[in-house]
């Protein structure tokens, strides 16, 4: 299995949008600054994770993705060591991300990761579920 991370072109627009979590031109725009970052397997593309900035200065992972079948087999670290290397490279000393209350795995996921919960906000999420945010030093 041949790994391979990239920062993703316009050519992947389709893929790295196909979360339906934001438009596709928001998504378009991402790409042309550089925030989003994909994950191929034997040249075939299995996730990607998108990027933020918290007050245009705090990086944050706005969305991790890998595809079922590739799951378990290190694809989200890949994805994150290729990030945490060119955060690291523009001064970034720390990296943000955040899960709904109510998602014990992926909670589970971030401390695996290397995150530690750094606070919360209740009420933010539809129904009223709350979001746990964690930070990771770079």
Known sequence: MDISVRRAA?????????????????VRRKIGE???VLVEVDGEPA?????EFLWSIRPYVA??????RYRGRGLSRALLEYVETDLRGEGHTA??????????EAQEWHRHMG?????????LNEGGVGEVFFRKAL
């Open 10 to 26: 316009q050519s992947d627009l389709e893929f790295v949008s196909q979360d339906g979590y934001t438009t596709m031109d928001a």
């Open 34 to 36: 550089g925030e989003v």
């Open 95 to 104: 990296l943000f991300s955040s899960s709904q209350v109510d998602e014990a």
């Open 115 to 123: 995150f530690e919960e750094c606070g919360m906000i209740t009420g």
């Open 63 to 68: 969305l991790i993705r890998v595809l079922d």
């Open 47 to 51: 996730g990607y994770v998108r990027l």
